[in-house]
């Protein structure tokens, strides 16, 4: 526990300032640098037996998809994500591994890669740029830290029914609840410090609606992640972050958030 308590406020204390004062250009090379880490931490998961050359390939076409939505706008997704797959079918077939019959598999494997890594993550540098974009990159991480604290003691103290025994058997229904509970009032946290600055675009209804969204959407990014390291047989994803595991554990709620909030916003809000 000290351990990782350490971790997590060095983590705050290089993460914070970078958002704060170190602008679009600050949040756009940390979100790069993930993109490496997070590639070799899935190519150690996803392909054991050719860590080296998957973590090659999902560098190259995941940090290609990342570099492209962040520069180029999503309006890419349409003809780049399909370029991609028939990248990585092609790759496949030149690499087919010991089994011919796993080919399908390892296709499947890179393509969970590339949209997990390149293009989920691409959404909170995204996020940065929009208008009160710092704002905006709060509202994700008061969903996902704030959820996570309102699951966890309201998981410990009142927790009695399994959400999903068999991918995370710590999980209740009650730790849920209380984690939108807790996403819900991060919002309205962020919303009242953001006024102070003159930021008025989260709205109450805006705290409300985006608290359950998106607090129910970091649920599915952890249990995902947890579903996936049960299927690669990992305990953790990596070993980047002592006492956390790997970066990928640390942001499988965030990567969920973000591009439903980036879509929120120019849907709903027609912001960005």
Not at 13 to 27: D, F
Not at 211 to 232: C, H, I, P, Q
Request: aromatic letters at 12%; one cysteine or more.
């Amino acid at each position: 526990m000290k351990t990782r308590l350490i971790v997590g406020l060095g983590g705050l204390a290089v993460l914070l300032p970078a958002l704060i004062w170190g602008g679009e250009l600050a949040v756009q090379i940390i979100g790069a640098i993930a993109v490496l880490v997070c590639a070799e931490e899935f190519a150690s998961m996803a392909f054991k037996e050719d860590k080296w050359a998957a973590f090659g390939w999902l560098s190259l076409t995941a940090g290609s998809s990342h570099l492209a939505l962040v520069h180029l706008g999503t309006d890419v997704v349409g003809w780049l994500f399909p370029m991609i797959v028939v990248a990585t079918m092609a790759f496949v077939m030149l690499r087919p591994g010991p089994s011919l019959e796993a080919a399908a598999d390892r296709v499947g494997r890179y393509v969970l890669g590339q949209v997990w890594i390149g293009f989920f993550l691409a959404s909170l540098v995204i996020l940065r740029g929009f208008d009160f974009g710092l704002g905006w990159v709060f509202v994700v991480l008061a969903v996902a830290w704030c959820g996570d604290t309102g699951a966890y003691f309201a998981g410990r103290s009142l927790g009695k029914h399994k959400l999903y025994e068999r991918v995370s058997p710590k999980k209740t229904w009650e730790g849920f609840f209380g984690g939108l509970a807790g996403g819900v009032g991060g919002l309205f946290a962020v919303r009242a410090i953001g006024a102070t600055y003159g930021w008025t675009d989260l709205t109450p209804l805006d705290c409300v609606v985006l608290g359950v969204a998106l607090g129910s959407a970091a649920v599915a990014g952890d249990l995902s992640e947890s579903l996936m390291k049960r299927a690669f047989k990992v305990k953790d994803s990596g070993w980047i972050m002592p006492g956390h595991g790997g970066l990928l554990d640390r942001i499988d709620s965030v990567v969920f958030v973000a591009p439903l909030l980036v879509g929120y916003l120019r849907v709903i809000k027609g912001i960005g």
